[in-house]
């Protein structure tokens, strides 16, 4: 035991690679570590897919994420030949074809690229939004605010992908969105189907919608839920109205009613969303908050005007 205890005292002592000074390692041995936003796409010869339009969209992507080009040699309903799209002499070759006895797509041919790497640059297929959505799908779908120049740094790191036009990236971003929410002018259809299910929920809830009388056009809508309704009752003799601009592409405003409850919370009892704020608006957005809580009857009441500057 002594010896071993002697030994060990004797051993020459080792820093730990992890406890030197970060002071004494220089910048360029410190690389970050990016992890791509989507797997590579792959396939090989004789692999098979549900239908052509898959196996091509594969393919595509794979030569793509390769930073390799091609060019459609033929297209048939029934068959895709692919072929390099450089001049100077080149094996590449992709052949996809439909089995007449199953329907499934299948790679028949595939040969790989033996000209030299400056044939694949400036592929404008890389640039395409079909591409960069695969790439930045997740990306908007957890942060809808993410900006085009963001979207262009990582795909120039994760991908290895630079160059894409800042103009190419929003155009991307914009049909992903549209995807996602759907077109914003396709929404304002919704609302009469949207209030009698409202209505249907609860009884008590008070709406209001207004349509232009001779193309019944999308106007303005009003809303007071049941709760908010039960709720004023409750309130402080003082509320607060104000109007705010939403950011789309409508640029339409919210009108909004609130009051103070017993714990000094505010407490939103109607809203509007009306296409601009004007005194004919305003007018409306009250007639139909009187109609929902018969604030008229209320004695003592403080009215503010500007919720934010009070």
Not at 42 to 61: P, S
């Amino acid at each position: 035991m002594d010896s071993l205890q002697k030994s060990f005292v004797s051993a020459p002592s080792q820093q730990h690679p992890f406890s030197q000074n970060l002071s004494q390692i220089s910048s360029s041995t410190l690389q970050p570590l990016y992890v791509s936003l989507a797997p590579p796409a792959t396939y090989k010869l004789w692999d098979v897919f549900f239908d052509i339009e898959t196996a091509r969209r594969q393919v595509y992507t794979s030569i793509i994420d390769r930073h390799e080009s091609y060019k459609t040699y033929k297209s048939e309903s029934k068959y895709t030949i692919l072929k390099c799209r450089g001049d100077e002499p080149c094996t590449f070759r992709v052949r996809i074809n439909v089995e007449a006895r199953t329907g499934l797509a299948k790679v028949t041919i595939n040969e790989p690229h033996t000209c030299s790497p400056a044939v694949h640059e400036n592929f404008k297929e890389a640039n395409s939004q079909w591409y960069l959505e695969r790439h930045m799908w997740a990306q908007l779908e957890e942060n809808r605010a993410i900006s085009p120049t963001v979207l262009r740094s990582l795909e120039k790191v994760a991908h290895q992908h630079p160059g894409v036009p800042y103009i190419q990236m929003w155009r991307m971003k914009k049909t992903v969105l549209e995807k996602l929410d759907g077109k914003e002018e396709e929404q304002f259809a919704k609302f009469p189907a949207y209030c009698r299910r409202f209505e249907a929920a609860d009884p008590d809830n008070y709406h209001a919608l207004k349509l232009e009388p001779e193309t019944e056009k999308f106007q303005a809508v009003f809303f007071a839920p049941a709760a908010c309704r039960e709720t004023q009752r409750l309130l402080r003799p003082i509320f607060f109205t104000d109007g705010t601009h939403t950011r789309s592409k409508y640029n339409l405003t919210l009108l909004t009613c609130s009051g103070i409850d017993a714990n000094g919370k505010i407490t939103p009892i109607g809203w509007a969303l009306v296409p601009v704020e004007n005194k004919y608006w305003w007018t409306w957005f009250l007639e139909q908050l009187n109609c929902a809580h018969s604030l008229d009857k209320r004695d003592k009441v403080v009215w503010m005007n500007d919720r934010q500057k009070g």
